[in-house]
């Protein structure tokens, strides 16, 4: 039960139960959607960018807590930030919940490091990150977990 | 009736933990586990009488070939087939399916022509078909489901006015892995053939779990794959009546299906060897002929009263869970040993990575059926799936990891 408390830590089943900015952004001039095809999860992520900065964005899709969870706390994270500033800290991202290492001083997605313990779930939790930074490259293909390594 | 705690001491695999707890393995609609009977005929074939077939005029390759097409006998037998040369051994289920998808395609679909499905078809009875009616230009047509949950069915009243003359070949499901629904095979058959249409019948969930009687049933192909019966992977069947096949080319060529080969053609050798280019699985074929062997000592009209008891329990059990969702036929009504679900507020990825922590394997997702889960308004469904060795002791771990799991989940 430990790897699966671990898993499902509190700020990823707050943020399942009560997910923060979903639904389309009226104001969007970036769109991206992700889907994994092996288990049928999607996420769109909608995105206003404002010069260089992400000036608000939001997500909507279907999936499991742990890619519902991962999005919505990804947006409270990007929003103000460049897109080099996103692609760091989706590198941070992506090492904590590959490694299970998470930096003390991480803000919440250090939350997200119990799936290094799952595999199968790793997709999951990178699948809003991955249509977020489409988003920002202006690539309205399809980002799917079957291309990435991740 | 067999003891059925004697069949669990047959299969290796499934005294196991998994998670430091005993395995619940309920994820047969997938795969099933293999007898002892079965692994060792294939420790058997390779430590004595491996060998490659048909070819080879010494001692181990004819009796390799004896058991390959001892094995084909056997087969034959399983599915009641007329005669041994209607089984073609291929891959599986996929490619039993491809095989006639394109030769059979190819041959005989022209533009205007129709072929027919239903919507909740495996991804491997319908893509094909797109393929092959995309390529000769005909058109796909689908027997609707009815109900919100696919409770009804086959619409059968639909089929009168979708089966016309212009129906070249019906292919369907006779059970299906997502809702369980099991379909009347020889009424489609038979109604099929009343306009001259060619009908395939997908076996991967029905031939493992029940009699099966291809001449009873009245089908021109059949497909299905040995994993799923208790048998090895890699090796399936494609049943075909002789008439057919032997007016069919093969879709792959190469070694051991040519009579004669000049520098510019070849001329084939009747069914089957047509259909098998190059070495064939000869231990998969061995193998699946234990695995009939093994099914039938125990009678398979026994498991699919085994199977309908489980899953009888399951669904009532099932149906008492807060906020669940059952796809299929409803309870009481008859289904095959699996069932489909989905939890309001708890995706199914979720539900099998809590369930997998109790030992319990179980398979989430749309389990190859897009295009059925999106006219359900669905994007995935947990699914529990049964066969011979399972119990209902199994069936009360199951509900009760549920029940955790909608505990944690909840508000």
């Keep these: 039960m430990s790897d699966l408390a671990d898993l499902y830590q509190q700020v990823i089943l707050d943020h399942n139960r009560r997910p923060r900015n979903r639904g389309k952004l009226p104001t969007a001039n970036r769109v991206a959607h992700g889907d994994n095809p092996s288990c049928g999860d999607q996420c769109s992520v909608y995105l206003r960018l404002d010069g260089d900065r992400i000036g608000d964005i939001s997500f909507d899709g279907s999936g499991c807590a742990i890619s519902q969870a991962s999005a919505s706390l990804m947006t409270t994270q990007l929003k103000g930030k460049t897109a080099a500033e996103a692609e760091k800290l989706f590198g941070e991202f992506r090492d904590i919940v590959t ?12 939350a997200f490091a119990g799936v290094h313990a799952f595999p199968a779930r790793i997709k999951c939790a990178t699948l809003g990150w991955h249509a977020a930074l489409n988003a920002l490259k202006g690539d309205p293909v399809t980002a799917t977990t079957e291309t990435h390594k991740d | 009736m067999p003891d059925w705690n004697n069949v669990r001491a047959d299969f290796p695999i499934l005294h196991q933990q998994v998670n430091g707890k005993p395995l619940v393995y309920l994820d047969n609609g997938a795969t099933s586990q293999k007898p002892r009977r079965v692994i060792d005929a294939l420790v058997h074939y390779y430590e004595r009488d491996n060998s490659n077939v048909h070819r080879g005029l010494h001692t181990l390759s004819m009796r390799a070939t004896d058991a390959y097409e001892g094995a084909r006998a056997r087969v034959a037998k399983f599915i009641n087939a007329a005669d041994s040369a209607e089984v073609i051994f291929t891959r ?21 022509d129709v072929v027919l499905t239903t919507e909740f078809e495996h991804h491997s009875n319908l893509i094909p078909w797109q393929q092959a009616a995309k390529a000769a230009g005909a ?3 689908f027997v609707p489901l009815l109900g919100a949950d696919g409770e009804g069915g086959l619409d059968l009243a639909a089929l009168d006015t979708l089966l016309t003359p212009q129906v070249k070949l019906f292919a369907f499901t006779h059970i299906s892995n997502t809702l369980g629904t099991i379909n009347p095979v020889t009424e489609l058959c038979r109604r099929a053939r009343a306009v001259g249409a060619v009908t395939v019948i997908d076996a991967a969930q029905s031939v493992g779990h029940a009699p099966l009687d291809v001449r009873q049933i009245g089908c021109d192909f059949l497909a299905f794959s040995g994993h799923k019966m208790c048998g090895p992977t890699g090796i399936g069947v494609l049943y075909g009546r002789r008439a057919l096949l032997d007016k069919l080319a093969p879709d792959e060529t190469g070694g051991g299906i040519v009579v004669s080969v000049t520098y510019q053609d070849a ?3 009747p069914a089957p060897e047509r259909f098998e280019a190059g070495t064939p699985n000869v231990a998969g074929a061995i193998g699946l002929a234990a695995a ?25 059990k099932l149906s008492a869970l807060p906020g669940i969702r059952i796809i299929g036929p409803r309870a009481g009504a008859e289904r095959s040993g699996l069932v489909s679900f989905a939890f309001t507020g708890v995706h199914a990825h979720d539900v099998v990575t809590f369930a997998d922590e109790d030992g319990i394997a179980l398979r989430g997702g ?10 359900l308004g669905l994007t995935s469904t947990t699914r529990a799936s049964f066969y011979l060795y ?10 009760a990891s549920l029940q955790r799991i909608l505990k944690f989940f909840g508000p």
């Design chain 1, 99 to 110: 490694t299970g290492n998470a930096p003390e001083e991480i803000s919440d997605i250090g």
């Design chain 2, 92 to 112: 599986g289920t996929t490619e039993s399916i491809n095989l006639v998808a394109r030769s059979w395609g190819h041959a005989h679909l022209k533009p205007g």
């Design chain 2, 139 to 141: 058109t796909l047509k």
């Design chain 2, 267 to 269: 001329t084939w050798k």
């Design chain 2, 292 to 316: 009939c062997d093994y099914l039938d000592a125990l009678g398979r009209d026994k498991i699919a009263a085994h199977d309908d008891t489980l899953v009888r329990v399951a669904m009532e």
């Design chain 2, 366 to 375: 749309h389990h190859c059926n897009q295009p059925l889960m999106r006219k």
């Design chain 2, 390 to 399: 399972n119990t209902v002791e199994e069936i009360d771990r199951l509900v």
